[in-house]
C-alpha cells in the first residue's frame, strides 16, 4: 500500500540555525505534497504545499523542494526561532477518485533559544 | 467563517462499549477525513468521503469502525466494543479541493479514552 516515511524522527536546532526534514513517498500516483505543523495540543496546520509540476516553491522562511524521480521532497526552514518548535508532517496526496492523504509520521523540531 | 467542530472532546469509556463520534465540516467543504492520532504519533488515515461518491475505507482498521457521512455534511465515527488500543485522539478534516489543492482544516479533536 501507499507509504509516507519521515526523517528524522526528532531534530533539535540552535535558534537561527537552519532544519531540514526529508519524506519519500511510495505512490507514483502523488501529485500534491502538503507539510502540516502541529503545535503542543493544536490542530495540525497546513504551512506549504507543492504539486507535482513544481520543483521548489518559497514562502518567507520555509521552502520545499520536490524530486519525483527519486520521490522525496524536503521541507527547509532558515533562521528558526523557538515558535518554530513543533511536530512537522509531511504528506503525498494523489487524485485517484479522490484525494486520500497519507501523512508521515512527523518530526518533533526543538529550537533552542 | 466556522471551521471544523467536533463533538465531545474527551470522551471516556468502558471496554466493550460503543462510541460514536462527531465531526461537523466547514460548510460547502466536499471532502472529510478521518484520522487516528495515538500519544506522540502520527496521524493515521482512517476513511475519506468526497462528494457522493462511495468512501475510501482503506484505512479502517477492523469491522468494529464504521463512519457515515449524512446529507455531504455531518459525519459520524462509530467504534464498536471499544478496546483499550482504540485509545487515541481522533481527527477529522475537511477540505474544498478548490484549485486542485487539498488544504485540509482540521477539527479539535476527540480524545477517547478506554478503560
Known amino acids: 500500500g501507499e507509504n509516507v516515511e519521515q526523517h528524522p524522527s526528532t531534530l533539535s536546532v540552535q535558534e537561527g540555525d537552519s532544519a531540514v526534514i526529508k519524506c519519500t513517498y511510495s505512490d507514483s500516483a502523488s501529485n500534491y505534497f502538503p507539510w502540516y505543523k502541529q503545535e503542543l495540543g493544536k490542530r495540525p496546520q497546513l504551512i506549504i504545499d507543492?504539486?507535482?509540476?513544481?520543483g521548489e516553491k518559497k514562502d518567507q522562511r520555509i521552502a520545499v523542494t520536490l524530486n519525483k524521480t527519486a520521490k522525496h521532497f524536503s521541507l527547509h526552514i532558515t533562521e528558526t526561532q523557538p515558535e518554530d518548535s513543533a511536530v512537522y508532517f509531511c504528506?503525498?496526496?494523489?487524485?485517484?477518485?479522490?484525494?486520500?492523504?497519507?501523512f508521515g509520521a512527523g518530526t518533533r523540531l526543538f529550537v533552542k533559544a | 467563517g466556522a471551521g471544523v467542530s467536533q463533538s465531545p472532546s474527551n470522551k471516556v469509556t468502558e471496554k466493550g462499549k460503543d462510541v460514536e463520534l462527531r465531526c461537523d465540516p466547514i460548510s460547502g467543504h466536499t471532502a472529510l477525513y478521518w484520522y487516528r492520532q495515538s500519544l506522540g504519533q502520527g496521524l493515521e488515515f482512517l476513511i475519506y468521503?468526497?462528494?457522493?461518491?462511495?468512501?475510501?475505507k482503506s484505512g479502517l482498521p477492523s469491522d468494529r469502525f464504521s463512519a457515515e457521512r449524512t446529507g455531504g455534511s455531518v459525519s459520524t465515527l462509530t467504534i464498536q466494543r471499544t478496546q483499550q488500543e482504540d485509545s487515541a485522539v481522533y481527527l477529522c478534516?475537511?477540505?474544498?479541493?478548490?484549485?486542485?489543492?487539498?488544504?485540509?482544516?482540521f477539527g479539535p479533536g476527540t480524545r477517547l479514552t478506554v478503560l
Open positions: 468521503f468526497q462528494g457522493n461518491s462511495a468512501p475510501d
Open positions: 478534516a475537511s477540505s474544498s479541493l478548490a484549485g486542485g489543492r487539498n488544504e485540509q482544516f
Open positions: 504528506a503525498a496526496s494523489s487524485y485517484t477518485g479522490g484525494f486520500k492523504t497519507i
Open positions: 507543492i504539486r507535482s509540476n513544481v
